[in-house]
């Protein structure tokens, strides 16, 4: 008996010990895929990358080695007046605190996938400072076997202004290809409010096809309560020969503008892939045909040359190894027809594979938090990329508690890709797909 109270205070002080190690997030919004505002239609056509009304990139900080710590400052223009200001941090060389003018406005835990911050409450009309301390060494490192002392980096840092009712989030799903030889598409346009009391936008929206013409166009008004979100629907048909594919990496465009009392606020322009993915016995079909994946395993920084002569080689899929994932690197993948395992950013190997206290941390439920956050992350910074065709749930991790909750919660979303987990060793938390 005695044996056995031993042990259980033993597991639960390496549970409290690990838990002490791991905080949460805190401060930041829900994770969506890369999605910028601008102040004209003209301007989100061009999206050439550069600075406009209300978008500022920040690329000049200084740098405090002995604190590890990133400052600059910005400035917030009249024109921001009465719209909310976003920061975003692209990713981290490890977890890292967000300071406003010297209060702090969030802390992250995953500095791999993008992060941003409603900081509207913290800034004010002209100069303001922002602060990022990177938190070194970082306590999510048993997560990422994959850096070795990495110096302190930060990347990809912008601000931009949107409406108080704004566009959150864009989402796609693409139902199978009817008899009539047409699939019909579905976008998903989330717009959440940040007002104290409720407020109605009109939503413009226009999906042009590569031709040039309206598969779908038109707009919904929308009430929204007290900082309230919900979702507004369109649908359009897709001729089957116009859906995506390795063959034929078609991309349609999406246009949104928001209205508000009679005036235009934001418009954003976006590149869309509409396919058709599911999996039969471990076989995945792309658009109701049987596909082998043929898979190299690649860190999501190689260049687009690299991508080019890797598919010439034959490879149709790219299997991510963890870390960052660019958006730059996913859109050449959506524009050169080469699939994508999305890779949520765990690798435990440096622990070993030991399930026992002590052992492996996919089996310490003190992690959980972290695998749950890490995967949640990765699944909605990449989902929109018609190229992600499945995510992977970690990698050279060993299995326990934390990768079976982490798949259960993953399986919950109303999703049709799989889930992986190659390394699961035949258990239940892994969708079956066949790779070569």
Known sequence: MRTILASIALFSLCGLQAQEAYQPSFGRELPRGELIAY?????ASAADGGDNRYFTRLTQWTFDETATRFT?????????????VLLHVGQSS???EVWINDRQAAYVADGNSPAEFNITKLTHEGRNQVEIRVITPSP????????????PTLGGIWLQSQPTMRIRDVETRTRRVGENGYATAEVAVVVKSEALNPRTSRIHYQLIAPSGEDAAAGFKDLTLRMRGEDTIRFLARIPANMLWSPELPTQYILRLKTQYEGR?????????????VEVREG????????????VREVPATISENEIAELREQGYNTFKLLPGPVSE????????????????APIDTQRSGDSRRVGGNPSNDPAWKEAYLERAWNSYHTTKRHPSVIA?????????????YETYLKMKRIDEQRPFIYPEAGGEWNSDRLLLE
């Open 39 to 43: 102040p004209s239609a003209e301007a």
């Open 140 to 151: 999510t490192a048993p997560l990422e076997s994959w850096r070795e002392n990495p110096e």
């Open 72 to 84: 600059t400052n910005f400035t917030v223009p009249f024109a921001w007046a009465n719209r909310q």
């Open 264 to 276: 235009y606020v934001e418009y954003e322009e976006l590149r869309l892939g509409f396919r058709q």
């Open 283 to 294: 076989q995945l079909q792309l658009n109701g045909t049987p596909m082998t994946l043929r």
């Open 391 to 403: 995510f992977s749930l970690a990698t050279r991790s060993a299995n326990g508690i934390n990768l």
């Open 328 to 343: 730059d690197f996913l859109n050449a993948c959506d524009g050169q027809g080469i699939c994508v395992i999305a890779q």
């Open 94 to 96: 490890g977890d890292y």
